[in-house]
């Protein structure tokens, strides 16, 4: 149709489109294709880039090559616990179940994992994991997995269409998803793919806070998209925080500084120098933790005779301790508090047991960890709640929408155990890709959308670009992180939450001006205009279901309800946005699970 | 506090300039912090790349007062102090605005390395590999495609009619990488040799100063496929096994004469950006 196209909005046509490449996206894309459909894969950066890449500790899977009594029965009975019980037990299930098959597809297609002796894939030992379970190449797992999958999708010639961000998905007259709208980055110019699937692999959420380890990427976009397209979404108020994220300098800010410096001795200090963790040892675990510094020291050396220091803490105890030092007035200049293993181990020690914690630190920051204390504090870091999704096809209840990774909710419950993310990207990766493709091959054919719907999607995009007054997009973003931060952040109470739902009618109200200068090509504050409504939306779902979640579990944690309640643990929370924009929340009940695996937590009482 | 002047070249493929940006010194940080800050105030349209922000993902690569670095792990305090600082997009790629480069060149020299065939697996499904095996192809598996060696390499660097057949060495390390797999099957030499332009690197080493990941790109991949390539092509006892024995790999160029446009050297990566032809169908 050359010549009559040059008003149109450039279009593309597939039975499969994948929005998002990083581990999710890519093995959905693999599987897609592999079954014959015809597929695009969608992504806001250059492929290879997206915050899989930073996953460093391993892949989870029940492999048993280094513990042979590991299978998926302790492997699911781990992510439940780990997960409060709050998980969908057949995603668990499956993950525990197809999780090994898909390690050793990926060394099928040239991953090298470190070996066991006798030429295995080895297997190591991370929290929450009963067995050495975690595959891993050193502390690099997430890159070798994104470049196995990358290498995987070029070999098999899919699509990519990189640098493309996807504003919103339109659904035809069945109500079923049949275009996603968006632009491309370096152009600005506004692009459409029509599809007969559509799976979302968007990531997390986590750019609305602060302090987070997330990338610029993690705005929320498959989370929002769902949401508007009248998705169920569950659970969104848990959101993992690690304790000690680096918060100072800032050229390590949201840095993680791993469990392992408190295990090899790292302490918490308060602005005074106190070690303030004595000062917070809970009831429940005050049998079995030191009471005194002298006592805490002498485990290190002997773990039989002393009981674990309190800086080992399972991580919502000691986040919630150091938020509360930061309270009272007691934190570092920069809002943490002070991770201190320089006074307590030899410079060649630390060097010896943390190589790459002493190496990022010195040659990013300039901060010797053997000579000072580093700058911790609680760092949002993962995803838990998200899109609800079918178990077995990760179909969300939008005909024709598909949702894996840490976009869907539900495989992980109230908290994330380490190295069940790698994996799960992986199990539902390809799941959702085979019944997007089974999906795509039931239907006749792709369905254009409503041109005055694109059109309408891309007024609001543009919007800010023809303001010549109004608020900068970076302004807003800082506020909405500082607001997050401080109300919405790891520990929550009521008066602060619903400050903050008035808060984000504020912040919707000012995002309706905002202005940006430049022009559409490569434009990084028109790029920041068009996340923030995404933003907005995925952080007013936290914050209602926080406000509602009336315990504390996992991830979530409320200062007024400090406790599990078994009434809250038998709930999804489940949230919607109605066409006119409206919010709905409603409890509904867990899936329940069957007899001969609620047998398993019945063997051994947590 | 001091200030730091910033001189942040600015454009687009028409053409650009140096911007000056003085910006409050703040104790810290590293390059990329300042950018993000410029972007925060003066200038927020100015186009950087990044995503990890702690060198693992190797989106955020410029070149930093002439040299090509990490922006995010380019500290401030180590650069001269009281001079500006002079950010620059790399050189070796279009230009597509400010500090960001079309690098579509890498990813269509990728899609013409034949993946990995592996051999057939134990009786139980599965391989066995010992550490001591993989520990090469580990060395150049951790490459965060940042690119910057491909920006330094001299052949493509100034001689933009070269990129049609040369790989350069973030895809040399890639072969290397495949032809040291203790699975791989394959045999790429050939097409190393007549397609991938190895013998157009003159082994200066630039790309593995240059590399944030330290991996030995030249000694332990370009200079041993050289080698190989070598053997393949000259060794005549190496020859002769060839037409005696029975091959047990199969080269990647018989490969590519079996199905013609496969490997060829001018495939497209699917274009970044309108502008570029798209697919209208």
Redesign the interface.
């Known amino acids: 149709?050359?010549g009559d196209?040059s008003h149109e909005p450039?279009?593309?046509?597939y039975d499969v489109v994948v929005i998002g490449a990083g581990g999710a996206g890519l093995r959905a894309a693999i599987e897609a294709r592999e079954l014959g459909q015809r597929t695009a894969l969608v992504c806001k950066?250059?492929?290879?880039?997206?915050?899989t890449?930073?996953a460093e500790g391993g892949a989870a899977a029940a492999m048993g090559n280094v513990w042979p009594e590991d299978n998926w029965k302790v492997h699911f009975r781990d992510t439940m616990r780990g997960g409060k019980m709050l998980n969908n037990w057949r995603m668990a299930q499956l993950h525990a179940l197809e999780a090994p098959d898909r390690i050793?597809e990926l060394?099928?297609?040239?991953a090298?994992f470190?070996?066991t002796k006798?030429?295995?894939?080895l297997q190591r030992d991370f929290g929450g994991h009963r067995y050495a379970r975690l595959a891993h190449?050193?502390d690099?797992t997430?890159?070798?997995l994104i470049?196995t999958l990358q290498?995987?999708a070029?070999?098999l010639?899919i699509?990519?269409?990189?640098?493309?961000k996807i504003l919103r998905l339109l659904k035809g007259p069945d109500g079923s998803v049949t275009t996603a709208v968006g632009y491309?980055?370096?152009?600005g110019?506004i692009?459409s793919f029509t599809g007969k699937a559509f799976v979302l692999a968007t990531g997390s959420i986590g750019k609305s806070w602060l302090y987070t380890s997330n990338?610029?990427?993690s705005t929320g976009d498959g989370h929002a998209m769902a949401a508007w397209a009248g998705a169920d979404m569950i659970d969104m108020e848990c959101v993992q925080f690690h304790p000690t994220g680096m918060v100072?300098?800032?050229?390590?800010r949201?840095?993680l500084v791993t469990e392992g410096v408190r295990g090899d001795g790292g302490v918490l200090r308060n602005s005074e120098g106190r070690r303030f963790m004595f000062d917070y040892i809970p009831p429940m675990f005050a049998a079995e933790t030191a009471d005194t510094e002298e006592e805490g020291d002498r485990w290190y050396e002997d773990h039989i005779n002393n009981r674990r220091p309190p800086e080992l803490l399972p991580r919502d105890e000691v986040a919630r301790s150091i938020n509360s030092e930061v309270k009272a007035g007691r934190g570092t200049p920069h809002g943490g508090v002070y991770l201190d293993i320089a006074t307590r181990r030899s410079a060649e020690e630390i060097r010896r047991r943390l190589p790459s914690m002493y190496h990022?630190f010195m040659?990013?920051?300039?901060v010797d960890i053997t000579s000072q204390p580093m700058e911790v504090g609680p760092t949002c870091h993962y995803m838990m709640g998200g899109v609800r999704v079918d178990a077995e096809t990760e179909q969300t209840t939008v005909p024709g929408l598909f949702a894996a990774g840490e976009v869907a909710g539900g495989m992980h419950g109230a908290n994330r155990l380490g190295g069940n993310s790698l994996s799960d990207l992986l199990v539902f990766g390809r799941r959702a890709g085979l019944a997007a493709a089974e999906f795509a091959q039931g239907r006749d054919a792709t369905i254009g959308a409503d041109p005055t719907e694109i059109a309408a999607v891309v007024a609001e995009a543009e919007a800010p670009l023809g303001r010549d007054s109004g608020e900068?997009?970076?302004?807003l973003h800082?506020d909405l992180q500082q607001m997050m931060q401080e109300l919405v952040g790891i520990i929550r109470t009521e008066s602060e939450l619903i400050r903050a739902l008035d808060e984000l009618d504020a912040l919707s109200e000012r995002a309706r001006k905002l202005s940006?200068?430049?022009?559409r090509?490569?434009?990084?504050?028109?790029n920041l205009a068009t996340d923030i409504p995404a933003m907005l939306t995925t952080s007013r779902l936290v914050a209602k279901g926080a406000l509602e979640r009336r315990e504390s579990r996992g991830g979530h944690t409320r200062e007024d309800y400090p406790l599990p309640d078994p009434e809250f643990g038998k709930v999804n929370l489940v949230q919607r946005i109605d066409v006119e924009g409206c919010y709905s929340l409603e409890p509904e009940p867990l899936l329940e699970m069957p007899a001969e695996l609620k047998e398993l937590f019945e063997e051994e009482p947590h | 506090m001091a200030d730091v002047t910033m001189r942040v070249w600015r454009g687009d493929d028409k053409g650009g300039t140096f911007t000056e940006y003085v910006m409050p010194s703040v104790e810290g940080e590293v390059v990329l912090d300042v950018i993000h800050r410029i972007q925060a105030g003066p200038a927020p349209d100015l186009a950087c790349r990044w995503n990890c922000k702690a060198g693992k993902c190797g989106s955020c690569s410029a070149e930093i007062n002439g040299l090509p670095k990490l922006m995010c792990m380019t500290r401030m305090d180590v650069l001269p102090e009281g001079e500006p600082v002079v950010v620059a997009p790399m050189r070796t790629f279009p230009i597509v605005r400010d500090l960001v480069t079309d690098v579509s060149f890498n990813y269509t020299m990728a899609r013409q390395v034949p993946p990995l065939k592996p051999r057939e697996p134990e009786a139980d499904g599965t391989y066995r590999m010992q550490q001591i095996d993989i520990e090469r192809g580990q060395e150049f598996r951790k490459c965060i495609e940042c690119f910057m060696c491909q920006d330094v390499c001299h052949v493509i660097r100034d001689h933009e009619d070269n990129k049609a057949t040369y790989a350069g060495p973030r895809l040399f390390i890639r072969f290397m990488e495949l032809e040291s797999h203790p699975l791989d099957t394959d045999d790429r030499r050939e097409l190393l040799r007549q397609r991938m332009g190895l013998g157009m690197c003159n082994i200066t080493k630039c790309c593995t100063e240059v590399c944030p990941e330290h991996i030995k790109i030249t000694d332990n991949a370009i200079i041993p496929l050289k080698e190989r390539v070598v053997d393949a092509s000259y060794d005549p006892v190496a020859w002769l096994g060839r037409k005696i024995l029975k091959r047990t790999k199969r080269s990647a160029l018989d490969a590519a004469l079996d199905a013609p446009g496969q490997y060829a050297p001018t495939r497209q990566e699917r274009p970044t950006h309108a502008g570029a032809d798209h697919d209208h169908s």
């Open positions: 149709m050359p196209t450039e279009s593309h046509d950066s250059l492929l290879g880039k997206a915050h890449v930073m050793y060394e099928r297609w040239g090298l470190d070996r006798d030429g295995r894939i190449v050193g690099r997430g890159l070798e470049r290498q995987r070029i070999a010639d699509d990519v269409f990189m640098e493309c491309w980055r370096p152009s110019e692009v990338s610029w990427e100072w300098p800032l050229s390590v949201g840095i990022q040659e990013l920051a300039g900068s997009p970076y302004d800082h940006v200068s430049g022009g090509a490569y434009n990084p504050g028109w």
